[in-house]
């Protein structure tokens, strides 16, 4: 199914634009990722899997009031309770995380939660499920998550290295960590937590987005090979055009689908699908607005250095 036909838009000749994007974003999160370093010592907030901590679910016999229940835990002295609502609201159920200081502190932050509840809280409630992590195992899941990122962002260099050729793979990875940095940048400024569900999240737009700019590739590619005479630039722009209804319609119904799940998912999953929501649509942009503008980009280095301006096409496949 072909969207647009004969589509002539002239993507790099608007590549300050696209670069102007990226650098407001980019630098709006690392400025709130630094201001959330000096106040909690952490580039975002973390949620109970990285700080170590105890979630206690909780299920109310009448409808809970999320506010009244932030009171009864500020009254018991507990400090930086997340409360929200746990799957849908007729459940009447809450789940309340407290972030821990020490391991011996597990089992008392479960009891004065149920104390609070109990005592500043005038609702009859049952406990259905109680979930704690020591901070030390929150920190080395914290370094695992980011070494999973780092390892799946060289596979793919290297990837793309073979399959392509170098500079292919950097221009991807280089889009991609650039889609990474804006999400994650995206949680600093609206002040939300990362879990391990969100780093899975991130996880899937890193394949994702170079699925994406793979697609793009391929077709720069082919379109060189069948013309050698024509410019880079003209090269790009025509196939970031013939690939865009293929481009338009899995990222547009993918994004229909986290949509819906951002809307309707409820609180348990709303940083998940945020992480998605924001993702694809950066990993969509990236691979027309960064990825494939540095390939030219390394043509004019090139030529700006006296060397010949080669075309980055991949190895002819011996058939």
Not at 78 to 101: C, F, G, N
Not at 133 to 144: I, R
């Amino acid at each position: 199914m072909e969207l647009f036909r004969s589509v002539n838009i002239d993507w790099l000749g608007k590549k300050w634009y696209f670069l102007g994007f990226s650098l407001i974003f980019s630098v709006a999160g690392i400025i709130s990722m630094g201001m959330h370093w000096h106040k909690i010592g952490s580039p975002v907030p973390l949620g109970v899997d990285f700080q170590g901590g105890t979630q206690v679910q909780v299920q109310f016999q009448n409808a809970p009031d999320v506010n009244a229940i932030r009171k009864a835990t500020d009254a018991a002295g507990i400090k930086d309770a997340h409360i929200v609502t746990y799957d849908a609201p007729e459940k009447r159920e809450m789940l309340i995380s407290v972030p821990e200081q020490s391991d011996a502190s597990v089992d008392a932050s479960r009891a004065a939660i149920e104390g609070a509840l109990r005592d500043h809280y005038n609702n009859p409630f049952k406990v259905n499920k109680v979930e704690s992590v020591g901070p030390t195992v929150g920190h080395q899941l914290e370094k695992q998550a980011g070494l999973a990122t780092l390892y799946s962002l060289i596979g793919m260099l290297i990837y793309l290295w073979f399959r392509f050729e170098l500079i292919y793979g950097v221009a991807a990875v280089v889009a991609v960590f650039h889609d990474t940095l804006i999400t994650v940048g995206f949680f600093a400024l609206f002040d939300k937590e990362v879990s391990l569900t969100v780093i899975a999240a991130i996880l899937t737009l890193v394949g994702y987005s170079m699925n994406d700019t793979i697609v793009v590739f391929d077709r720069i590619r082919e379109n060189l090979r069948l013309s050698r005479r024509e410019g880079l630039t003209e090269v790009v722009n025509r196939s970031i055009n013939q690939t865009l209804s293929r481009t338009v319609l899995t990222s547009g119904l993918t994004f229909l689908t986290v949509l819906a799940l951002f809307i309707f998912g409820g609180q348990v999953l709303h940083n998940f699908s945020f992480a998605l929501v924001v993702g694809i649509l950066i990993g969509t942009y990236s691979s027309i607005a960064v990825a494939a503008p540095m390939l030219v980009a390394y043509q004019d280095w090139r030529a700006s250095r006296g060397k010949a301006a080669v075309l980055p096409a991949a190895k002819r496949v011996k058939s």
